[in-house]
């Protein structure tokens, strides 16, 4: 199995996880979000694998509580205005000294406080680490979700890097001395909790018992 070349350096040996697969059978999918650089992300992981991705933007309502119930919410939201199976995205930023905040409210706190206001949220704490988590969800109209999540630890640094994408110039992954956003994006997309998430998406796919 060929491994992205690494151009980027390392603190400690990390396993850069494999190139996803190309599947026997390649559902179309719609894929809900107002995220544009979401969407690109998604796109890019699944290119190897054949899946088409017809996009969708809706701006669903977001319930409050945890990530996985504001997930389920969004994907049954989103199936039953399209009539039609959908795949969601909800995407948390969980800091370790804050027990898990702000967690699914990282939009909200982003666009309050930015790059540097996140910084300050965790001065007066040595522990700085923060957990990235991706929580797709697929859904069939009148059926319940599927949530398939994918995690990556890090550590939340002042910011460097491009400040095109959310909280990527802030998250350091563990293992690495770039931000998100200043590794290649081909390295992002291959050890995010984005690519860890959609991994587990392919899995369920590739049973077409599951697309009936
Ligand atoms: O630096 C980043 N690297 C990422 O990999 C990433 N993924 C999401 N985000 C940001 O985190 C919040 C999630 O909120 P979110 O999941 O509700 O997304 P959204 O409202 O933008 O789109 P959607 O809900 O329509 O899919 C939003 O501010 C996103 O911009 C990221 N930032
Ligand atoms: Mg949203």
Redesign the pocket.
């Known amino acids: 199995m060929a491994f992205p070349a690494r151009r980027f350096p390392i603190r400690q040996p990390f396993a850069l996880l494999p190139p996803l697969q190309k599947m026997a059978a390649t559902p179309n999918i719609t894929f ?4 544009a ?2 969407l690109k ?1 998604v796109q890019a992981i699944l290119a190897p694998t054949g899946i088409s991705l017809v996009s969708h933007k809706l ?2 309502p ?1 319930l409050q509580g945890t990530t996985q119930s504001v997930s389920l919410e ?1 994907a049954r939201h989103a199936a039953s205005i399209l009539q039609r199976p959908v795949l ?6 969980c800091f370790t000294a804050m027990k898990g905040l702000p967690g ?1 409210y ?2 909200w706190f ?2 309050s406080l930015g790059h540097d206001g996140l910084n300050r949220m965790l001065v007066g704490f040595d522990d700085k680490s923060a957990e ?1 988590v ?1 929580t797709f969800a697929y859904c069939k109209p009148g059926k319940e979700p599927v949530i398939f999540e994918g995690r990556t630890n890090g550590k939340i640094v002042p910011a460097r890097g491009p400040k095109d ?4 110039p802030v ?1 350091m992954p563990d293992g690495f001395e770039q931000t ?2 200043e590794m290649p994006k081909d390295i992002k997309n291959t050890i ?3 690519y860890k998430a959609l991994q587990k998406v392919l899995e369920f796919l590739k049973d077409p018992s599951n697309l009936e």
Do not use: Q
């Open positions: 809900v979000t107002g995220n650089n979401k992300e701006d669903l977001e969004k969601t995205e909800d995407t948390s930023l699914p990282i939009k982003l666009d990235a991706c994408f959310g909280w990527d998250f998100y956003a995010s909790h984005r």
